[in-house]
């Protein structure tokens, strides 16, 4: 097709400072060893805080479109799906190394293309996102392991946050008995709305404690790592698991083997960015089924091009509730 115009929001990261906002791009500007897509809906993440900043260390290259994640149409034929077709892209090196989803077009490489479940519209794809594709791998891990809903107490920690809300919605639509754990207590009434049966205050995981502690939890989806996970794992039941795929709280894990060889703990880690193909497409036709979430709408919150810098910024600083999603359409 013939050279197209459209709207972008771009981030130059090679300087000190913030550089970033809404500009006009052409489809000459792609890559040209993917197929053409219509982007209806993106999401944030805290990924794409990162990639979006000079300190963020995310950027492989810059100036760079971020968003590791998008919605839209096919408007050429990719293996097998074809021209029109809608789809779903996220992980890979999308919004790290290849432009990303906060852009009306992007190049695609065809082994990264899932199609939307006939079941489930774009936007309610990108209110889930990269975080709920990674919440639904988490939610799904734990069963593989035993850890059902008839088991006990599932944790969730982080719950406010993209990937802990919809691991709530997800593990209640299951019929988890689910505690919340959370630094924002104001939210409490919120995650109850989500599914969660309890909230706790994450001041009860931050402290350094002891390798082994009273056992409360069956499982667990945490998406804070640090003296968290090292808590929840010393606080999880015999033959339990414990699903890991965050770090804001630290990259580091100062635990011991002792819940691991005394009460058998599983210590599963989560990668949403590389999972295979087949495995991927698996995982969102269960998501749009009986892993979605009853009340999508009290988790994603609909911006646009214009609003993302501030957004972008509220995501870094701890301002996180549920998921904004990212209206490609909208002015």
Known sequence: ???????????????????????????????DDGVLVEVHYSSVNY????????????????????????????????????????????????????????????????????????????????????????????????????????????LVTGATGGVGSTAVGMLARLGYRVVASTGKPTEADWLTTLGAAEVIDRAELTEAGKPLQQMRWAGAVDCVGGDTLA?????????????????TGGNTLATTVLPFILRGVDLIGIDSVQTPLARRREVWNRIATDLLPADLDA??????????????????????RGRWVVDLQKT
């Open 1 to 31: 097709m013939a050279s197209a115009s459209f709207r972008a929001f771009r981030a130059d990261t090679s300087g000190d400072a913030i550089d970033r906002g809404v500009v006009t791009m052409t489809t000459d500007d792609l890559a």
């Open 47 to 154: 990924k794409d805080g990162l990639a979006s900043t000079p300190t963020g260390r995310v950027a492989r290259f810059s100036p760079m479109v971020p968003g590791v994640d998008l919605a839209g149409v096919l408007l050429e034929d990719a293996g097998d799906l074809s021209a029109g077709t809608e789809v779903i892209a996220h992980g890979y090196d999308l919004g790290v190394n290849r432009h990303g989803g906060f852009a009306q077009f992007a190049s695609i490489p065809v082994e990264w293309l899932v199609p939307l479940p006939p079941s489930m519209t774009a936007r309610q794809a990108m209110v889930l996102g990269t975080a709920g594709y990674t919440a639904a791998l988490s939610v799904v891990a734990l069963a593989e392991r035993g850890v059902g809903p008839d088991a006990g107490d599932v």
């Open 231 to 247: 808590n929840v794992l010393a606080q999880t039941a015999y033959g339990g698991a414990v699903a890991a795929s965050g770090l």
């Open 299 to 320: 988790i994603g919150t609909d911006i646009g091009l214009d609003d993302l810098d501030g957004v972008l910024t509220k995501i870094l600083t701890g301002g996180a």
